[in-house]
């Protein structure tokens, strides 16, 4: 049974840093492309980064250049660092992961490319 559990949420000032932690379990980590979406009231999960199984990685626009995602294949772990946070950064964030032999890092970024997602921690920005 593949389980992801997203931990280190929490409040954080604008300007300020945070990191996401996902640990995975019941399959093998390194075979899987790994995924950071978000939901922020009101609006739809989006895409935040991902990181493929042979080191690519692709972020969306808003968060280019403050964040970072990373990962551990000895640990079954990949991180979200998050630098500069804003007050719209402010989310649940949810990680995913998906088998990547055929997967292309473009659908990285689409929800539906993911087959296995955690429960999501929630971030919050203040100004």
């Known amino acids: 049974q593949v389980q992801l559990a997203e931990s280190g949420g929490g409040l954080v000032q604008a300007g300020g840093s945070l990191r996401l932690s996902c640990a995975a379990s019941?399959?093998?980590?390194?075979?899987?492309?790994m995924g950071w979406f978000r939901r922020a009231p009101g609006k739809e999960r989006e895409f935040v980064g991902a990181r493929g199984r042979y080191g690519g990685y692709t972020y969306a626009d808003s968060v280019k250049g403050r964040f970072t995602i990373s990962r551990d294949n000895a640990k079954n772990t990949v991180y979200l660092q998050m630098n500069s946070l804003k007050p719209e950064d402010t989310a649940v964030y949810y990680c995913a992961a998906v088998p990547q032999s055929r997967i292309t890092m473009a659908s990285l970024r689409l929800r539906q490319t993911y087959e296995y997602w955690g429960q999501g921690t929630q971030v919050t920005v203040s100004s």
């Open positions: 019941g399959l093998t980590f390194s075979s899987y492309a």
